[in-house]
């Protein structure tokens, strides 16, 4: 199975600042990959689709980037409505598997 | 409005059954590809099982596999997990999840609400 490390396990930022999380496969995934976020008590929700690509109404503040086995996840400005757990999830071969997620808190 | 809504969770005794449903509404059901993912207390997100559009293709997790069967009714626009065998460890909550496309695309753009299962004596 692929594995995927996701780090940090968990983060805290001020409003405004730049917040990065990283996601490795444990081998060459290709851009398969998927990021997600979960607020409290609440479904995930999907945001980055094929490691870069935008979902449909997610603000332009979030971005994705990588291929092969490092992927990086970016909010560049954060905003208090962003506190929640990030999921990154593979979907190579025929497999699935999610990051152990990335708990992110307004300092 | 795109919406999945599940029912069906509750507390189970070790060994015993549960079938978990999923309602569709507000997008062509029989169209896409759905899943079940699940999250155990306090955990991450655990992908359990996948069926095709049309119900000809079924995908399992190793965890679930051979315990757990996954079904759909196209004319219900409804979705089901059936679960035997239950053991502690399946205790979490059960999301349904829409996939982009009909086959095995696995990329979840739309998910239910979730249900509890706890399986507990």
């Known amino acids: 199975d692929i594995q995927m490390t996701q780090s940090p396990s968990s983060l805290s930022a001020s409003v405004g600042d730049r917040v990065t999380i990283t996601c490795q496969a444990s081998q060459d995934i290709s851009n398969y990959l998927n990021w997600y976020q979960q607020k409290p008590g609440k479904a995930p929700k999907l945001l980055i689709y094929d490691a870069s690509n935008l979902e449909t109404g997610v603000p332009s503040r979030f971005s994705g980037s990588g291929s092969g086995t490092d992927f990086t996840f970016t909010i560049s400005s954060l905003q208090p409505e962003d506190i929640a757990t990030y999921y990154c999830?593979?979907?190579?071969?025929?497999?699935?598997?999610f990051g152990q997620g990335t708990r992110l808190e307004i300092k | 409005q795109v919406q999945l809504v599940e029912s069906g969770g509750g507390v189970v005794q070790p060994g015993g059954s549960l079938r978990l449903s999923c309602a569709a509404s507000?997008?062509?059901?029989?169209?896409?590809?759905m899943h079940w993912v699940r999250q155990a207390p306090g955990k991450g997100l655990e992908w359990v099982a996948f069926?095709?559009?049309?119900?000809?293709?079924?995908y399992y997790a190793d965890s679930v596999k051979g315990r757990f069967t996954i079904s759909r009714d196209n004319s219900k626009n409804t979705l089901y997990l059936q679960m035997n065998s239950l053991r502690a460890e399946d205790t979490a909550v059960y999301y349904c999840?829409?996939?982009?496309?009909?086959?095995?695309?696995?990329?979840?753009?739309?998910w239910g609400q979730g249900t509890m299962v706890t399986v507990s004596s």
């Open positions: 507000g997008f062509t059901f029989s169209s896409y590809g």
């Open positions: 999840a829409k996939d982009i496309y009909g086959d095995y695309a696995r990329t979840f753009d739309i």
């Open positions: 069926i095709r559009y049309d119900g000809s293709n079924k």
């Open positions: 999830q593979q979907y190579d071969n025929l497999s699935i598997t």
